[in-house]
């Protein structure tokens, strides 16, 4: 079975400062992992994704992550942290077989402050 | 063109009572996934849908859950018998083809209470 945990359901960073995200995954076959961003009253957007290949990812808006096998991790970071981007994120695997569905982490809220 | 889109966006209902969301995927997709998210279970898949093939219903909490997809388009989720426990955001997502890395394009969601 898989799984993912993020660490800290919710975050608080200055603006300016380092935003770091954290997510563990669990899984027996190779897996891809994903961060989403969902805004309030909005649905899901696809921050970046890790399939095969390059280990660190970058992705829309300054958002970076790092496939880490040895640690099974994924954390999501941005060198500085914009008003704009508190929100919610949100870790997810792919599912073992071909369906493609998602199994998420419980989510951090990240607040910026200013 | 336009993105996933889902009807209604939010509906209160009464325990006990039959309710039935709408989801139009991006045109094209040929993959569409319902999943539930909740204060308790977080994002939870329910259902997915590729082409003629049989539905992956592994996810449905309870046979009062039900879904289908007329003419490999639009789907829609039932739920019979309400129980405040459905109370959840419903998000439908839909994809180009089913896989485990391809992107996932996620509607707004439905807000169903329950009361």
């Known amino acids: 079975a898989q799984s993912v945990t993020q660490l800290g359901s919710h975050v608080s960073v200055s603006e300016g400062a380092l935003v770091l995200l954290r997510c563990n995954y669990s899984s027996s076959v190779p897996p891809y992992l994903f961060w989403y961003v969902q805004y309030p009253n909005q649905g899901l957007q696809l921050l970046l994704k890790y399939t095969t290949g390059a280990t660190l990812v970058k992705g829309i808006n300054g958002f970076e992550a790092e496939f880490k096998k040895s640690e099974t991790s994924f954390h999501l970071t941005k060198p500085s942290a914009h008003m704009s981007d508190a929100a919610e994120y949100f870790c997810?695997?792919?599912?073992?077989?071909?369906?493609?569905?998602?199994?998420f982490g419980q989510g951090t809220t990240l607040q910026v402050k200013p | 063109g336009a993105g996933v889109s889902q009807s209604p966006s939010n509906k209160v209902t009464e325990k006990g009572k039959d309710v039935e969301l709408r989801c139009d995927p991006i045109s094209g997709h040929t993959a569409l996934y319902w999943y539930r998210q909740s204060l308790g279970q977080g994002l939870e898949f329910l259902i997915y849908f590729q082409g003629n093939s049989a539905p992956d219903k592994s996810g449905l909490p309870s046979d009062r859950f039900s879904a289908e997809r007329t003419g490999g388009s639009v789907s829609t989720l039932t739920i019979q018998r309400t129980q405040q426990e459905d109370s959840a955001v419903y998000l439908c997502?839909?994809?180009?083809?089913?896989?485990?890395?391809?992107?996932?394009?996620f509607g707004p969601g439905t807000r169903l209470t329950v009361l």
């Open positions: 997810a695997v792919s599912g073992s077989g071909n369906t493609g569905k998602l199994i």
């Open positions: 997502a839909s994809s180009l083809t089913s896989g485990e890395y391809k992107e996932q394009f």
